[in-house]
């Protein structure tokens, strides 16, 4: 079988030419179009190079710009860190100093140039009772007029740089404080101020009268003893030639008899012109002056005897008697006699102690209650002294019918310079010396039970030895 056989029609000779010029017009503009496509596909594929290649640089500016954003991140982040750490330490730093300056006793306040407090401790809190709160930013003579803070005193202290101190006493109703106040000129070169420390000196000052009320009652003590000695020897002679008359004045006696009759003397009659002027009576008043005399003068050299304030055993009930004895001439006013009326448990023991410590508390005492009773105009002015033993301790009780003390005097009459006395009668510390006697030095109790219109009555414990 044959293949079908593919009959061309050649065209005619007129349509050669033009079909030629239109193939080789088509090969053309097929040759340009083909290479319009490749140099597309080559300025195409350049520009997606160059994209990338921009993409690229791109890619690394953005992860360069990221990296330098994560560095200056980071940084920043520390530069929070540090500076939240540095204030926290202020914080911490400040509340330290702070919980310093309120730890301490002094009252601490700072205060600018103008004297507006800037800083109010807790001590000044507690003391003043003004809260920080209220006292900042207000000027210190409006917190404090009673001190003698003054702005000028503040700006003196500033100007000459160095510290100005002074002391003040304050006294209420019912005590007496003292203060020592100083300014000190606030070291700084970008602000003016100053800082003022006030102390209460009160126990210093309670404690250097104390010393020398002890160092008074130590002079005492010599000055005693030396009048003492000084009255004993012509007292003694007084007493001697008292003595010598009344035995050469006694009837009794034979050897005047005999020196009467080598006179030619009738010696009774001279005896009987003695009674009758009474001659023996004020003999017997000169003999019993002077022995009360002689008696004082003892007490004196025994309260003097022992000035270094030794102990050793004390029989209580002399000590009481010899107390009385040594200011009995005390004890009147107005022209009443105040009755002192004893009371002594029998027997006493001893008692370890300093005598002329104890003395000093019962002559502080005596006194105390005879000024009490005169104020009172008692009619029947009585002291009672008592003394008895009682769970191993030997018990003085001094009590008197005088007008007694309100429990707000009976709550501060141990303390240094409380006095319900006039101005100038009094300083306030005996009470507190016969307190630190037997509460420091003889490890006692010194106590008071009083009443308005009820007179007072001291109770003193003093410890026993043990057998």
Not at 185 to 198: D, F
Not at 287 to 316: D, P
Not at 353 to 382: F, H, Y
Request: glycine share 4%; charged share 20%; aromatic share 6%.
């Amino acid at each position: 079988m044959k293949s079908p056989t593919l009959i061309t029609q050649l065209p005619n000779n007129d349509s050669i030419p033009w079909m030629g010029i239109v193939v080789i017009l088509l090969l053309v503009l097929q040759t340009l179009l083909i290479i319009g496509l490749q140099r597309s596909r080559l300025s195409n594929k350049r520009a997606r190079k160059a994209l990338k290649e921009s993409q690229k640089v791109l890619e690394d500016k953005i992860l360069e710009r990221t990296e330098s954003l994560h560095t200056t991140n980071n940084l920043l982040v520390d530069e929070v860190a540090r500076h939240e750490q540095t204030g926290r330490q202020l914080r911490e730093t400040k509340l330290y100093l702070q919980s310093m300056i309120n730890s301490m006793p002094s009252i601490i306040i700072g205060v600018s140039a103008k004297g507006e407090v800037t800083h109010w401790n807790a001590a000044a809190e507690n003391t003043f009772e003004i809260f920080s709160n209220e006292a900042l930013g207000k000027n210190i003579t409006d917190l404090l007029p009673l001190f003698p803070v003054t702005v000028d005193s503040i700006k003196n202290s500033i100007r000459n740089g160095e510290p100005y101190s002074t002391q003040h006493t304050q006294s209420d109703d019912e005590k007496k404080c003292y203060f020592e106040i100083t300014i000190y000129p606030l070291i700084s070169s970008t602000q003016q101020g100053a800082v003022i420390r006030i102390d209460d000196v009160t126990m210093k000052v309670t404690i250097e009268n104390l010393m020398i009320q002890n160092e008074k009652m130590y002079s005492l003590g010599e000055v005693a003893a030396g009048i003492a000695h000084e009255i004993n020897n012509p007292l003694s002679v007084i007493l001697q030639n008292v003595q010598n008359i009344s035995r050469r004045t006694d009837i009794n006696f034979s050897t005047n008899h005999t020196h009467a009759n080598q006179l030619n003397l009738d010696f009774q009659q001279v005896h009987t012109y003695l009674q009758t002027r009474e001659i023996p009576k004020m003999l017997d008043s000169i003999r019993e002056a002077g022995e009360r005399s002689a008696t004082i003068v003892r007490n004196m050299l025994e309260f003097s005897h022992n000035s270094q304030r030794k102990t050793s055993l004390v029989e209580i009930q002399h000590l009481i008697e010899q107390t009385i004895n040594l200011s009995q001439s005390n004890y009147s006013y107005s022209g009443h006699k105040v009755n002192i009326v004893t009371e002594f448990e029998s027997p006493l023991p001893p008692v370890h102690a300093s005598a002329p410590e104890l003395q000093q508390v019962l002559l502080n005492l005596l006194r105390n209650a005879k000024q009490a009773l005169a104020s009172s105009g008692e009619e029947n002015p009585s002291i009672w002294i008592k003394t008895y033993t009682q769970d191993q301790h030997l018990v003085i009780e001094v009590q008197d019918n005088g007008p007694g003390m309100t429990d707000t005097v009976r709550k501060h009459i141990f303390e240094p310079f409380f006095t319900t006395k006039e101005l100038g009668s009094g300083t306030g510390l005996g009470l507190s010396v016969s307190y630190f006697i037997i509460t420091e030095r003889h490890q006692g109790t010194i106590d008071v039970k009083t009443a308005p219109g009820k007179g007072c009555s001291f109770i003193i414990r003093l410890p026993l030895q043990q057998a």
